[in-house]
């Protein structure tokens, strides 16, 4: 199975300033035959379902503020705020889903100083 | 609108089992892959399997912990989604969420509310 490892696991942020959120796989990914990294990145927010910010690697997700944008190749991949909002506490996870059984990472808990 | 519920959460023993529900409205539901995911009581996000749609032979994918327990099944006619479970484990005991699988991408664009497995003596 392909393990996927966020860093940090906590993540305090002043609002207004930048946060990045890394996650790295075991393995790389197989090629994909339209040629995507199928690596997302979801919100879940307090008392909240997950959902999707990042898909594809980088594409923002309908809604998604453009402050948030996504990163990498090979096995190590970012997610990035550009600035901080109160609305953007919970918790954050990558995950793969070019070869099953899909994986998530452990989780980023992003709160607010 | 896009909306997933699920149902069918509850307390059962270790060995029993439990069917999950997951109902779909606002969208051509047998068009799509559907999967379900899975959250321990404090923890991070599991995948638990997927089914896929007609054009695809309905093909199942498992994750290993519930391979051999856990059937996903579909009925399109009722656009809806089930998970059965067999020989529940104390593990088991978590939220299970049923999510869409978008066209092209195959992100989970779309997540039920959750619905509470525990598996407890």
């Known amino acids: 199975d392909i393990v996927m490892t966020q860093t940090p696991l906590s993540l305090p942020v002043t609002p207004g300033e930048p946060a990045s959120i890394s996650c790295r796989s075991s393995?790389?990914?197989?090629?994909?035959?339209?040629?995507?990294?199928?690596l997302d990145w979801y919100l879940q927010k307090p008392g909240q379902s997950p959902q999707l910010l990042i898909f594809?690697?980088?594409f923002r997700a309908a809604g998604v503020p453009d402050r948030f944008s996504g990163s990498g190749s090979g096995t190590d991949f970012t997610l990035k705020i550009s600035r901080v909002e109160a609305e953007d506490v919970g918790v954050y996870y990558c995950m793969q889903h070019i070869e099953f059984p899909y994986t998530f990472g452990q989780g980023t808990k992003l709160e607010i100083k | 609108e896009v909306q997933l519920v699920e149902s069918g959460g509850g307390l059962v023993q270790p060995g029993e089992s439990l069917r999950l529900s997951c109902v779909a409205s606002?969208?051509?539901?047998?068009?799509?892959?559907m999967d379900w995911v899975r959250q321990a009581p404090g923890k991070g996000l599991e995948w638990v399997g997927q089914?896929?749609?007609?054009?695809?032979?309905?093909?199942?994918k498992y994750a290993t912990s519930v391979k051999g327990r856990f059937t996903i099944s579909r009925d399109d006619s009722k656009n809806s989604l089930y998970l059965q479970m067999i020989r529940l484990k104390t593990e088991d005991t978590a939220v299970y969420y049923c999510?869409?699988?978008?066209?092209?991408?195959?992100?989970?664009?779309?997540w039920g509310q959750g619905t509470l497995v525990t598996v407890s003596s």
């Open positions: 999510a869409r699988v978008a066209y092209g991408s195959g992100s989970y664009d779309y």
């Open positions: 606002g969208f051509t539901f047998s068009d799509h892959y």
């Open positions: 594809a690697l980088s």
């Open positions: 393995q790389r990914f197989l090629d994909s035959d339209d040629g995507n990294t199928y």
């Open positions: 089914t896929r749609n007609k054009a695809n032979n309905y093909t199942t």
